[in-house]
């Protein structure tokens, strides 16, 4: 296995959408959103929610980490840029991410996870929008 991201998405202030929308347009625009991600993502590429509003993408064998990584974090930007509709009103959605690259932060999922969620956790303290790759001062 070559160089490959182990990415957390968290949905900026998700609590907002479900308190003036409801349970049923929420779990809607979780729906619309993995849909969105299953689209842009090749087929060896693994993609789950793992739990609430957080979705996780396992992205195996880069060419090049560095390059790679530029190309997923741009790819899942502009899955969020389009918004979203809810009762006839667009929504933009914000996101964070965190992530782990494997073999450096790990080289069993459960490393990648525990690495990838202390980065998104660093990410959602800066604000919507923020991105943070795992490394040892996170």
Sequence with gaps: LGPSLFIMIDIYNFSFINRNYGFTAGNQILKEIALRLVRNFRQCDIIGRLGGDEFGIFVPNLKDEKEGLVAITKKIHRVFEKPLV??????????????????????????????????????????AGETRIFNEEI
């Design 86 to 127: 809810v009762e006839g009103e667009e929504l933009t959605i914000n996101i964070n991410m965190g992530i782990a690259i494997y073999p450096k932060d790990g080289k069993i999922f459960k490393s990648l996870y525990e690495r990838a969620s202390l980065a998104l956790a660093a990410a959602k303290k800066e604000g």
